[in-house]
């Protein structure tokens, strides 16, 4: 039977021992970085595909580094630990790996500087987080400034800035949240950056949006280029031009790439996936799964152990 494991205090432990005490810094506090990692299965070759392990690695030490917190282990340590984790826990079908530094010190009072970080990696199975495709409704809550907490660092605590959004979204009957800027310019979801495609381009907003600069979305802006010939710009956009978007989508790693049918009660284009994302879309799963040779360098294989 498959068993999560987790990387916790400098071993690879069974999940349920790596327990956090309730004086922890970074759980009163929101004092963590972290990153979402998945793990697409691949039953041809029994293999789970981490994709694009090192970059997200990479993209966490920088996040620590805007927090001043240090990193225990190296981006090549922590690879090894991540496809160790998979491996050991033996799942057959798509994982979620949380990779996390945080301050680890049982210390009360708001601060960053003198208490002691550490890291930790867990392991679980995660099924589709938004449906195939999606209805989004614009929120009234504001995507957080980089005056406030920098929104190109995954910080703990920015995420009650997009459970305010995602759970306003839900209760007034759409899948995801769209949040804005505090200009009021179209900045991401409540987890994932977003697309729209107008006259064959695709069209995103700035990182001066306050946007996370995703690594999925970068992987779709690569194939977009490469595979379509499509041309992505990136520039600020009202919430009214979404309304009238020949196409619209997100991506990030829960998502993966999720196409937007409808916006504040518009449908967007034919109210169906259009072209471009569908292309993208069938690009996109084929290569998070190792079955694209030309990204196979995108996926790090873990490979699961086969039951005598």
């Known amino acids: ?181 505090a200009d009021g310019h179209v900045s991401e979801g409540s987890g994932e950056n977003i697309f729209m495609v107008r006259h064959g381009k695709l069209i995103t907003p700035t990182p001066a949006d306050n946007i996370l600069e995703g690594i999925t979305a970068q992987s779709v802006v690569e194939l977009a280029a490469s595979e379509l010939g499509v041309e992505t710009v990136q520039r600020q956009i009202d919430r009214t031009e979404l309304y009238i978007a020949d196409e619209i989508f997100m991506t990030g790693t829960a998502a993966h790439l999720t196409p937007v049918t409808e916006v504040d009660r518009r449908v967007v284009g034919s109210g169906r996936p259009g072209p471009i994302t569908s292309r993208l879309s069938q690009l996109f799963f084929d290569c998070i799964r190792g079955k694209n040779e030309k990204y196979r360098h995108w996926c790090t294989p873990a490979r699961v152990p086969v039951a005598q």
């Open 1 to 181: 039977m498959p068993t999560s494991y987790a990387y916790f205090q400098g071993n690879v432990v069974p999940l349920e021992q790596a327990k956090i005490g309730v004086m922890t810094h970074a759980f009163n506090y929101g004092t963590a970085v972290f990153e979402g990692i998945r793990g697409n299965w691949n039953p041809d070759d029994q293999t789970v595909h981490l994709f694009r392990l090192r970059e997200h690695m990479e993209r966490l030490t920088r996040s620590a580094k805007i927090l001043t917190m240090e990193v225990r282990d190296s981006v090549d340590r922590l690879c090894e630990l991540a496809v160790e984790i998979v491996e050991r826990s033996g799942f057959s079908e798509d994982v979620y790996l949380r990779p996390m530094v945080y301050l680890a010190s049982e210390q009360l009072g708001v601060r960053l500087h003198n208490l002691q970080s550490d890291t930790l990696i867990f392991l679980t199975p995660f099924p589709a987080y938004l449906p195939e495709v999606a209805r989004c409704h614009t929120s009234t809550w504001r995507r957080v400034d980089d005056t406030g907490i920098p929104p190109r660092a995954k910080v703990t605590g920015i995420y009650v800035n997009s459970a305010l959004a995602k759970t306003e979204a839900n209760l007034n009957g759409f899948d995801e949240a769209i949040m804005l800027n």
